[in-house]
């Protein structure tokens, strides 16, 4: 696929994207879906008064009214408590639910806040970019520019063949957003990857297919305008976390299965005539908890933690086909041929998940190696579903990144190995030569990895018997 490498002096990426394209206003780079955020946002902001005023004897007050709050929002939008006879039981699912996530939030408040405000104000050379003409708000992604991308932009020179990371982030399909996976990107940023955090339209604004169709757009976007920040379009390694990795899974099982389809005789024009992109332009996929089999014991596994199954059929499909459609690995036993065809995946999960079981990265990886795909599994102890881009990032626990970069670069030399070019150095020429530079990149990358913070353990240990993700 040809790459737009901008101008020769310099990429210049403000002036690129000018105006409001690039601003770091907090609202452009928020996005706001309107009524979900100020619904969250009132919830957040009573917890925060009911917490600091009237402390331990009103906690039971203060989760009534959240749950209640919320249980009527759902209900507005969804017609939850239309010919639903077990209410009573959801709704003190429900309750168990809410309760212990607000107090998850209250626990790493401090830390979330710092956070956020690393995001919104302090973090530097963080560029947020609308990736579909006449899109919504939600149409946006954050490039996070690696330092000596900076600094060859300010002697007038433009950096080349810097591997990039697309990251999708999850949110359970409803109250996800690109700046949840901010200390991941910031993590990747520092090993000097250029790092894209993508952001998309969730529920209520959307289903999974227009979820989907945005992404779509977004990684066709980074593929064809990462050369102007630095980038290497021909080293395009794709990360999904939570309800991300399915969009991100089930985006590249349809389009394997469609290359598939074609036959390995089509040339690269016909792949992407009716597409901005194809499976072989990403070099590898990794997936952070991600759920890839949505079959029905799944949606009972959700069910019994609250999230009713009105609301599962309205953000996966009410049909039992429609459903199966928007299964990834449905997808792939549909057209067991399509698997050699995905890009080769790092699947990484936490044995203490409570949300997404290790059976879903357990089962799409039997599944890929079973229909000729290449995939690795990656079961972490004691760790849960959001320890990749929370829980580990604040302890400086760089074990997650470092299976992220590994891979990375695993997938940076096959593809060259594959395509007989060298992407790093034109002037190595022998196989052994690039082996040797691309592992010494890769431990370079791991050397430069963050430090801080550092929260204690115990203080994060009691965070993660807490959330009910």
């Known amino acids: 696929m040809a790459c737009s490498h901008g101008a020769s002096k310099g990429f210049e990426p403000w002036k690129v994207f000018a105006g409001r394209e690039n601003t770091h206003w907090l609202r452009c780079r928020m996005g706001w879906a309107w009524l979900p955020w100020l619904s969250w946002l009132a919830f957040l902001s009573w917890t925060a008064y009911v917490a600091l005023t009237c402390w331990l004897s009103r ?127 910031r993590a990747l940023r520092a090993a000097g990857i250029l790092c894209i955090a993508v952001d998309y339209r969730y529920w209520p604004q959307v289903n999974v297919e227009e979820m989907v169709q945005d992404v779509d757009t977004a990684i066709g976007w980074s593929i064809h305008n990462c050369a102007q920040y630095g980038g290497s379009c021909k080293q395009v390694m794709l990360v999904g976390m939570s309800s991300g990795a399915h969009v991100a899974a089930l985006l590249l099982a349809r389009k394997a299965v469609e290359q598939a389809q074609r036959g390995p005789g089509c040339s690269k024009n016909d792949a992407i005539s009716s597409a901005s992109w194809a499976c072989r332009d990403i070099i590898g996929f990794v997936g952070l908890g991600g759920v890839y089999d949505t079959n029905d014991s799944f949606m009972a596994h959700l069910h019994g933690k609250g999230v009713d199954y009105l609301l599962q059929h309205l953000i996966l499909g009410r049909s039992s086909e429609a459903r199966r459609c928007r299964n990834p690995l449905a997808v792939l036993q549909s057209y067991p041929g399509s698997a050699p065809y995905v890009p080769k995946a790092l699947l990484v999960h936490g044995k203490c998940d409570k949300i997404s079981p290790p ?102 240990q009691l965070a993660r018997w807490i959330t009910p993700f």
């Open 359 to 460: 059976t879903q990265s357990e089962s799409f990886h039997a599944a890929l190696l079973a229909f000729g795909g290449d995939a690795d599994l990656i079961l972490r102890d004691g760790e849960g579903h959001n320890d990749s881009v929370i829980h580990s990032p604040l302890m400086s626990d760089n074990g997650i990144v470092s299976s992220i970069i590994c891979h990375l670069w695993q997938c940076v030399a096959s593809a060259t190995c594959a395509s007989g070019k060298v992407e790093i150095e034109p002037s190595v020429s022998s196989s052994s030569e690039q082996k040797a530079m691309l592992q010494m990149a890769c431990d370079n990358c791991l050397q430069q990895l963050p430090k801080t913070p550092s929260l204690p353990r115990c203080y994060i």
């Open 59 to 185: 906690i039971c007050e203060m989760i009534c009214f959240g749950c209640l709050f919320w249980l009527g929002w759902l209900s507005w939008l969804g017609r939850l408590s239309s010919s639903m006879g077990h209410l009573p039981f959801q709704a003190a699912r429900l309750v168990l639910f809410i309760s212990r996530l607000a107090l998850y939030i209250l626990i790493l408040m401090p830390a979330l806040l710092s956070t956020f405000v690393y995001w919104a104000f302090v973090g530097a050379d963080i560029v947020s970019v609308r990736y579909k003409t006449g899109g919504s708000l939600r149409h946006t992604c954050d490039l996070y520019l690696p330092t000596h991308c900076m600094q060859a932009d300010k002697r007038g020179m433009r950096p080349l063949n810097t591997p990039v990371v697309i990251v999708i982030a999850g949110g359970a399909w409803m109250i996800g957003h690109k700046a949840y996976v901010t200390l991941l990107c």
